[in-house]
């Protein structure tokens, strides 16, 4: 099974500020990486798909990055409705396994 | 508007089985593989099972192969989960997920509790 290391696991962070979260998978998946903003009580919420592709209805300060095994989620000026638990999946062969998720909180 | 909508959950009895169903609408279902993933409290997301739009195909993690088995009824539009010998470790939030580019859509999720 491919192995999908998240970090940071937590993340204080201010309003304005950018943000990066990491996805390493064990082995090499392309671009078969997506990222999902989870609220609490709430669903996962689809951010990025295949790496780099914004999702429609997301907005543009989300953005990815990555190819092979090392991937990037980028929020380029946090804002207050970010606050989330946020998780990659490698979709590129099975079992589709999911990253620990990161936990975003406000400074 | 895509929805997707679950229901079946509850408390079971350990080595009981449970059936998972969720309807969808506002898109083509037979067009689309469908997912199930789920979520212990306070844990991450597992992966549970996926099926191809026909329904020819199956697809299954080590931790639940050979007791849960998805399939689906595309006439009603509805897509479920047969859970048997439940576990304690199978207690989890159940989504069902509409698969496009990995998971795209995502269902509110039921709750199903494996407790004696």
């Known amino acids: 099974d491919i192995q999908m290391t998240q970090s940071p696991s937590f993340l204080s962070a201010s309003v304005g500020d950018r943000v990066t979260i990491n996805c390493k998978a064990s082995?090499?998946?392309?671009?078969?990486l997506n990222w999902y903003q989870q609220k609490l009580g709430e669903a996962p919420k689809l951010l990025i798909y295949?790496?780099?592709s914004l999702q429609t209805g997301i907005p543009s300060r989300f953005s990815g990055s990555g190819s092979g095994t090392d991937f990037t989620l980028t929020i380029s000026s946090l804002q207050p409705e970010d606050v989330a638990t946020y998780f990659c999946?490698?979709?590129?062969?099975?079992?589709?396994?999911f990253g620990g998720g990161t936990k975003l909180e406000l400074k | 508007e895509v929805q997707l909508v679950e229901t079946g959950g509850g408390l079971v009895q350990p080595g009981r089985s449970l059936k998972l169903s969720c309807v969808a609408s506002?898109?083509?279902?037979?067009?689309?593989?469908m997912s199930w993933t789920r979520q212990a409290p306070g844990k991450g997301l597992e992966w549970v099972a996926s099926?191809?739009?026909?329904?020819?195909?199956?697809y299954y993690p080590d931790s639940v192969k050979g007791r849960f088995t998805i399939s689906r009824d595309n006439a009603q539009n509805t897509l479920y989960l047969q859970m048997n010998s439940l576990r304690s470790e199978d207690t989890a939030t159940y989504y069902c997920?509409?698969?496009?580019?990995?998971?795209?859509?995502w269902g509110q999720g039921v709750m199903v509790t494996v407790s004696s």
């Open positions: 997920t509409r698969d496009h580019y990995g998971s795209d859509y």
């Open positions: 506002g898109f083509t279902f037979n067009n689309y593989w």
């Open positions: 099926i191809t739009n026909s329904g020819g195909s199956t």
């Open positions: 082995q090499n998946i392309n671009r078969y």
């Open positions: 295949n790496a780099n």
């Open positions: 999946l490698q979709h590129n062969s099975w079992p589709w396994t």
